[in-house]
């Protein structure tokens, strides 16, 4: 499920456009996994994004982070993230609280 998303266009992406992409695990941070996209045309990165998920059981709960990485196949060997990427998190958590008005 994903939580949060950032996307960065270099280029644009046109309906109909065939691209390749590139997907990578960056590691864990409380309960989310957080993952690398970058869509490439050719050789030339047409956009890059970092995607806030989490992994669920048909049968409820979450996978844990050894059974991701698992099929993933590759991870960072300290799973940890960047530290802007958890205060973006943050301040994407903390945006959405006070245009709800929580």
Not at 43 to 69: C, M, N, S
Request: aromatic content about 10%; overall charge positive.
């Amino acid at each position: 499920v994903v939580a949060g998303q950032t996307i960065t266009y270099r280029k644009s992406l046109n309906p109909g456009n065939k691209f390749e992409l590139h997907t990578r695990m960056l590691g864990f941070h409380d309960k989310w996994s957080y993952i690398s996209q970058t869509f490439y045309i050719g050789e030339t990165v047409y956009a890059h994004a970092i995607v806030r998920a989490r992994f669920l059981r048909k049968t409820g709960g979450t996978v844990p982070e050894d059974e991701v990485i698992a099929v993933a196949g590759t991870c960072p060997d300290d799973r940890k993230i960047p530290q802007w990427i958890i205060t973006w998190t943050e301040n994407t958590k903390n945006s959405v609280s006070s245009q709800s008005g929580q």
